[in-house]
């Protein structure tokens, strides 16, 4: 090349842009291939055995007639599986019961057949004899003294208790109450701050149940090698904390577990943790000494898989009548369902909103979270939050109208600023919510609507508008749970420049594969054609803690940028050096190693790299980096800068209330979301309107209708999702608060946009109707009933322990 | 479960009523619900399966007479799109746009709602009001005959029908509407389409100097059948609309109809939309 031919390369950034998810043609096509497609060589097809009992003692389990169907290879039951281990984060839950069943989702046995047709046909001939136990059907039933017990210790022959060694797991040693976890926190002088109170609030809120409808239902496929290493084909969000637990429950080398994820059709939470199902498939392929694969029907996702935690909370309110906040005192019961999960451990992010979404001198909070014979939660997008913001938006209008101040200055008045530090130990380095405050207002012109609204409360006509507003915070860099929160990510760019970026994250449909492409070519120059990413095999991607707390793009995005700046400085440097020039005057811009200063190209990128590997010094760029972010556990009190950053995001939800039937119409939500930066707007415009419509459902439609332990509407037709003509117009905008530690400046954003919706929502129809309605969901018989005065209000006495 | 022994595909009406009158005999149109009840275990398989989309002649919409004639085998998605439906009795197309999706649209057939049955089945209550009758035809001695029964008499339970063992639902007739008939229909739900009925109210009538006669009211979700509102019939018969005449139809509606408790709404409810929404639709009908 001679230098009139040397083109000039213009400056050019991905940053912010509208880019396509890289899985979105295949998706749109489809022919993603999910697990449900995929086929095995000598796979066989299992199923499993749930119990037809809500609560009961299992007296004999016969499995004859289904071992003797033709078709039938393994049939098991908690017999057979002798070895097995309690699973969970209590270790209450063992994945095949044989002495009780707890709830109606519970494992009995597992048949693997040449056909599913096979394994169903073998279901219905196994019989089993139960001896009925008095049910548990609530969490207040659960806390009334002399309460069967869900979990009572095993006897001995002699009918005592029997001994058992130290650190016994609860499900071999029992619990001498209903009570599986408890959670007290406080901050500040809450009997001074009540005193200093000119007006308090108390009301009891009651939160329902509602499951993550995933499209793609759960399904895994296990498999053992000649050797005993086992390969599962799995939909976790967390495949290297599943390794090792797998690996424990097997009582085998970690390292002899390898999992791979084909493309996941929706995790929201649901696949944080290891069910029952995993393990016994498992155990199938372990007998079968064949592959074996599980999937759901979709009758059995509504019953069998995870639920977002039902709560009932007291929460008490107190501000003076200038406007500011004194204290916030909570008192929270979490039915647990009959075995913990991650529902149980929602209060570390529920404390958080009432300690810290806005300045309070004092909050004390405490949860007491009880096993029932229900369904068991788990862990759902926004953990937690969508609960605990729903009480407190919905006081925050509350003493508002008591002390006679617009709701929004109210807010404005005790939100948090950038530099604060919390009673909580939270650290808010960068903080747009006044921002955020102030533009979504704005944007649907809150303050006039919101007046206009109570001026025509009494107007003609059965339809009435609201108006509703609320706000949260929720972690946006990590969360540090685990002993790490970090995520690997080794990079390599091959002879034409195309780079293999592979990363421990996860794809669970977020976009992170496209974003953290965006991020790599933002370094080397590179078109997001260049790209092709490798996240779902244990055995090829470094470490990742997994798909949670909002915690993607922030951690695994920063890690993508260390190892694409290595790659850089490793490129430049080369160029540098064949090209006699100081390798601070080069950059990397499409394509090419150009002089930074004038744009002009020095070497195509690809050409330079084939220079590196066809020489006498052969060299291939290949990088490695670890990020792990500068936050910190919590201590014993819960007090502890536990994220790198924090999303802030205040959500504006206008209704039609229709009086004469109750509907609630959703007819816009305006949402301002601190997102730190924007780096895929289309990607995170995405992920917001898909929020708001999860919240949405949580809001007015969805609702899991558990009645004495029984599920009542496994199914589509009676649980309802939002439909299409229902999503509400939306107005969304960001904030771009330019964190210091985010990549690029971003934030998490994931959990952010589903949380404030139901608390808008109910601030919206009280806007509409001068009617408050305390517990959820907002369906038009619920609705209706509130507006005649015939709902009787949500009560609770807190629950102390003696 | 039963298993099938035998399928058929008759091509003729006479093929067809005669592998009826062999007795123990599942009919198959679009499957729409016939599928899911098998697998959900609420319908067994009879031994044969009949299958009687390739039957000729039994689809399509006709002028017949005074009467519009729908087959049984027009699927939802063709009366709604239908010409003579629009112009004659478009308070049917209206059902049609709340039912289901376009993909069971496509494939359910109008003569398969009516039998399945059900009381919240969204064409029934419209061709209750619109005084349909259905046309029966079978062949009990080698050759065909047909009868014909109102709708609003077709109906003895969820799932159950008066149709005889032999007989074959072939279509639906439905009386021209007089000059001046007026025809509303409300379903319930919180989406346009997609979901099953919590209540729907059908009213029809000639309106005249300000009064409804031949009146018609009918209510489906509230009773183990479709049913007719005799006494809110009676209310609003010949009488002047008015605040009056409405406030009275809508309180014997709320009286008369005598609904369950279920996962979709309780009894109180249903019977409150029953008031609501049936004065809301008269003074609809009283503004317009």
């Known amino acids: 090349m001679n230098a009139a031919e040397k083109p ?76 097995q281990q309690p699973i969970g984060v209590a270790r209450d839950h063992l994945p095949l019961k044989g002495e009780r069943v707890r709830s109606l989702r519970d494992e009995i046995a597992a048949v693997a057949a040449d056909s599913e047709e096979i394994a169903e046909a073998a279901l219905r001939l196994i019989r089993v004899e139960y001896e009925d136990l008095p049910i548990v059907a609530g969490p207040e039933d659960a806390i009334k003294p002399g309460a069967p017990l869900i979990h009572p210790a095993p006897l001995d022959a002699e009918g005592r208790p029997k001994t058992l060694p130290p650190k016994t797991p609860v499900a071999f040693a029992g619990k001498a109450d209903n009570v599986a976890m408890r959670f007290d926190y406080t901050h500040g002088d809450l009997a001074a701050a ?88 498992i155990f199938l392929a372990r007998a079968a000494k064949r592959p074996v694969k599980m999937v759901f029907t979709r009758e059995e996702e509504f019953l069998a898989s995870p639920t977002r935690q039902p709560v009932l909370l007291t929460l008490r309110s107190g501000c003076r009548k200038d406007g500011t906040l004194t204290f916030r005192q909570v008192h929270t019961l979490h039915d647990n369902g009959a075995y913990t999960s991650w529902g149980a451990t929602t209060p570390f992010v529920m404390m958080q909103t009432f300690s810290s979404l806005y300045r309070v001198p004092a909050c004390d909070y405490h949860t007491t979270v009880v096993y029932t014979n229900n369904p068991y939660a788990g862990s759902f997008r926004g953990y937690g939050n969508l609960q605990a913001t729903f009480a407190i938006e919905q006081h925050m209008d509350m003493l508002a109208e008591k002390i006679g101040m617009d709701p929004l200055d109210f807010r404005l008045k005790n939100a948090q600023d950038a530099g604060e530090v919390t009673g909580q130990g939270m650290t808010f380095k960068s903080c747009g919510f006044k921002e955020c405050l102030t533009t979504a207002a704005e944007r649907s012109d809150y303050r006039r609507k919101h007046a206009d609204n109570i001026a025509n409360r009494n107007a003609r006509g059965p339809v009435k508008r609201g108006i509703g507003i609320a706000s949260m915070l929720h972690v946006g860099g990590g969360a540090k749970i685990y002993p790490s929160d970090g995520c690997g990510t080794i990079l390599k760019l091959d ?52 798909v949670h707390a909002s915690r993607t793009t922030f951690i695994a995005g920063n890690s993508a940028i260390g190892a694409a700046r290595m790659a850089k400085a490793k490129i430049l440097a080369a160029a540098a050096r064949k090209h006699d020039c100081d390798e601070a005057s080069l950059d990397l811009r499409g394509g090419f190693v150009v ?65 004469d039937t109750g509907i609630v119409k959703m007819t816009k939500v305006t949402g301002t979301h601190d997102v730190g930066r924007v780096l895929n707007r289309l990607g995170l415009e995405g992920q917001i309107e898909g929020g708001v419509v999860m919240g949405q459902g949580y809001a ?55 949380i404030c919706i139901a608390a808008a929502a109910a601030n919206a129809i009280y806007n509409a109707t001068g009617v408050r309605i305390f517990g959820l969901p907002f369906t038009p018989e619920a609705v209706y009933r509130a507006l005649r005065g015939v709902t009787s209000k949500p009560h609770w006495q807190a629950w102390k322990p003696e | 479960m039963t298993t099938i022994e035998r399928y058929a595909a008759p091509k003729s009406l006479d093929e067809a009523l005669g592998i009826l009158q062999q007795g123990e005999v599942t009919i198959l149109a679009g499957g729409t619900d016939l599928m899911p009840q098998t697998r959900a275990g609420r319908i067994a398989f009879k031994p044969t399966l009949m299958n009687i989309r390739d039957v000729a002649g039994l689809s399509g919409v006709v002028l017949d007479g005074d009467a519009l004639r729908i087959g049984a085998l027009t699927t939802i998605t063709e009366v709604l799109d239908d010409p003579l439906v629009k112009e004659f009795v478009p308070v049917l197309a209206e059902a049609c746009d709340h039912f289901a999706s376009d993909q069971i649209r496509n494939a359910g057939t109008i003569g398969g709602n009516i039998n399945n049955a059900s009381p919240a089945g969204d064409t029934l209550v419209p061709l209750i009001v619109l005084d349909a009758e259905v046309e029966l035809a079978s062949k009990p001695n080698g050759s065909v005959t047909t009868r014909c029964m109102p ?76 049913v007719r509102a005799k006494q809110t019939e009676a209310a609003l018969e010949g009488r002047r609309l008015d605040q009056s005449t409405i406030e009275a139809a809508a309180n014997a509606a709320r009286d008369e109809v005598n609904p369950i408790d279920d996962v979709r709404a309780t009894a109180w409810y249903r019977k409150e939309l029953i008031h609501n929404m049936t004065k809301r639709m008269l003074d609809h009908v009283a503004q317009a």
């Open chain 2, 151 to 226: 709708l609003a008499e077709y109906f003895t339970g969820p799932g159950r029908t008066r149709r005889a063992a032999g007989e074959l639902l072939t279509a639906v007739r439905i009386p021209l509407p007089k000059p001046g008939h007026v025809a509303r229909f409300y379903k319930f739900g919180t989406r346009p389409a997609l979901d099953i009925s919590t209540i729907s109210i059908g009213i029809a009538g000639v309106m005249r100097d300000g009064a409804l006669s031949d009146t018609r009211v009918a209510f489906g979700a509230v009773a183990p059948t479709p």
């Open chain 1, 700 to 754: 007015l439609t969805e609702n899991l209708i558990v009645e004495n332990g029984v599920t009542r509407n496994p199914n589509f037709r009676d649980y309802k999702l939002v439909t299409a003509p229902e999503i509400p117009e939306m107005d969304i905008s960001f904030v771009e608060s330019m964190d210091g530690e985010g990549p690029r400046g971003a934030k998490g954003v994931g959990e952010a946009p589903s």
């Open chain 1, 194 to 281: 009540e005193a200093e109170s000119d007006v308090v609030v108390e009301d009891t809120f009651q939160l329902h149940y509602v499951t993550h409808c995933c499209m793609g239902v759960s399904g895994v496929i296990a498999e053992f090698d000649a050797s005993g290493n086992l390969l599962m084909y799995s939909n976790t969000q967390v495949p290297f904390l599943h390794k090792r637990e797998f690996a424990e429950y097997l009582d085998i080398d970690p390292a002899r577990v390898r999992i791979i994820q084909p493309p996941i059709g929706g995790g929201f939470g649901s696949k944080l943790d290891i069910y029952p199902f995993e393990v016994i498939c």
């Open chain 1, 595 to 659: 002089k930074a200063d004038s744009g002009e190209a020095v070497v195509e990128l690809a050409r330079l790299m084939r220079s590196l590997h066809f020489s006498d010094k052969a060299e291939l760029v290949m990088t490695t980096f670890y990020y792990e972010p500068p936050s910190v556990h919590q201590d014993k009190g819960f007090k502890g800068d536990v994220s790198a950053a924090y999303a802030w995001a205040t959500q504006v939800v206008e209704v039609e209330v229709d009086t």
């Open chain 1, 495 to 546: 002879d034409f420049a195309n780079v293999t970026l592979i990363t421990g994250a996860s794809e669970i449909g977020q976009g992170s594969e496209t974003v953290l492409s965006q991020l790599v070519c933002e370094e080397l120059g590179l078109p997001i054609s260049a790209v092709t990413v490798v996240n779902n095999d244990t055995a090829i991607t470094p470490w990742d803690v997994g």
């Open chain 1, 8 to 83: 000039v390369i213009v400056a050019d950034s991905l940053i912010g842009q509208r880019i396509q998810k890289k899985d979105a043609p295949e998706k749109a096509a489809g022919k993603t291939r999910y697990i449900q497609d995929m086929v095995v060589p000598g796979m066989l097809h299992a199923k499993i055995l749930r119990s037809a009992r809500v609560h009961a003692r299992i007296l004999s389990i016969d499995t004859s007639a289904a071992k003797a169907l033709p078709g039938v290879h393994v049939v098991i039951t908690a017999a057979d599986v002798p070895d």
